[in-house]
């Protein structure tokens, strides 16, 4: 049984900065994909970012060129930098993990955390 844990969320003006974390229970370098979802009120989960563990990456269009998904296998742990973030970012933040499948489609991944929440003001 694999867990992940998220960190890292918090309160930003838009233009601003955060980085998220997200640390498994097992060696990162056992893990097909590890990927960052969000879900904002009243919405469907929405995935952000993928990386795989031959280090391809998938971006969601809305993201890309602000956002970029990294792993640190040496410390079992996932980033998602996410920078010059807008109001439309707020939502709370998954980590997700599987060992056989990637990409951005939530009902691929076995593994979920908790979540992060990611507030962007005007």
């Known amino acids: 049984q694999m867990h992940l844990v998220e960190s890292g969320g918090g309160s930003v003006q838009a233009g601003g900065s955060l980085r998220l974390s997200c640390t498994a229970s097992?060696?990162?370098?056992?893990?097909?994909?590890m990927a960052w979802f969000r879900q904002a009120p009243g919405k469907e989960r929405e995935g952000v970012a993928a990386?795989?563990?031959?280090?391809?990456?998938s971006y969601t269009d809305s993201v890309k060129g602000r956002f970029t998904i990294s792993r640190d296998n040496a410390k079992n742990t996932v980033y998602l930098q996410m920078n010059n973030l807008k109001p439309e970012d707020t939502a709370m933040y998954y980590c997700?993990?599987?060992?056989?499948?990637?990409?951005?489609?939530?009902?691929?991944?076995?593994?979920w955390g908790q979540g992060t929440q990611v507030t962007v003001s005007s």
């Open positions: 097992v060696y990162l370098y056992s893990i097909g994909c």
């Open positions: 990386k795989a563990r031959d280090a391809s990456t």
């Open positions: 997700a993990a599987d060992y056989y499948v990637c990409g951005l489609l939530a009902p691929k991944y076995t593994y």
